[in-house]
């Protein structure tokens, strides 16, 4: 396994950081817990020692929201994720990372100054097949190289005002029937060898903490907060994944 200190200095806080908002607290910031892990190791390998991770979050959080999803949304998204875990797995070697930030970094950026910009897009949208199909393939195909699947999800989901319960346990099923269906191609790709399925077991105590933590945060904050915390991170990530992949595009 990795014995690095520094490596744990990052990998500790990402997920945590990521497990809360399997539990339902911090909205999209859990977009930062693979780059954060690659000021230590190649983003390839921290996405792999994650998806272990993120199965025993999404197995505590849908256990913390059992019964309190949005069937509707999921039949209209899962679909189209499957499909976008796919694409994702099948264009792995083409498609670089800093194009897949720069893509999600500008839906982010451009979603958050539209709801706050202009007022008349803050009405309540009702789920469609339509969109729960775009945003699900997106959602898909970007949580499969860099677990990013959080933003282009938020941006159909958010609108819709559901209850901030609701509105986790829809994110919660989601990403743990995702999550599953990439394990199929990570271990066809062989990203599953010994020093990072022996990592992931050292950091796996922590994912379970996480998740509760963030439960228990979710429901001592108002639903208004939560919101605000959804779209303020949503932003900040978007500008952060902006220039983190023009960067890696500019000074490769």
């Not at 893509?103 to 950026?109: A, D, E, N, S, Y």
């Not at 945003?135 to 209850?163: E, V």
């Not at 509760?212 to 208004?224: F, Q």
């Amino acid at each position: 396994m990795i014995s690095d200190p520094f490596f744990y200095l990052c990998a500790i806080p990402s997920v945590l950081i990521f497990a809360m908002v399997k539990g339902g607290f911090g909205g999209g910031i859990a977009i930062i817990a693979v780059p954060l892990m690659s000021l230590a190791v190649p983003p390839v390998q921290a996405a792999a020692i994650l998806l272990p991770l993120l199965i025993v979050m999404d197995g505590v959080a849908v256990w913390s929201f059992r019964g309190q999803w949005s069937k509707k949304n999921i039949e209209y998204t899962l679909p189209g994720a499957v499909l976008g875990v796919i694409v994702g797995a099948l264009t792995f070697s083409y498609l670089s990372e800093a194009a897949i930030r720069l893509l999600i970094g500008f839906m982010c950026v451009a979603f958050c100054l539209n709801y706050w910009l202009r007022p008349g897009l803050k009405v309540k949208t009702e789920a469609t097949p339509v969109a729960g199909s775009f945003w699900g393939a997106i959602a898909g195909f970007t949580s499969f190289g860099i677990h990013a699947g959080g933003p282009p999800m938020s941006i159909y989901l958010l609108p819709q005002r559901m209850d901030k319960t609701l509105l986790m346990g829809t994110f919660a099923v989601f990403f743990a029937a995702v999550n599953l269906v990439k394990l199929v191609p990570y271990t066809w790709l062989g990203q599953f060898d010994t020093t990072n399925l022996l990592t992931s077991a050292v950091l796996i105590p922590l994912a379970p903490i996480g998740v509760r933590l963030g439960y228990y945060l979710l429901h001592k904050v108002s639903e208004v907060l939560v919101y605000r915390i959804c779209y303020f991170f949503l932003i900040i990530i978007g500008l952060k994944l902006l220039y983190d992949g023009g960067h890696d595009l500019l000074i490769p």
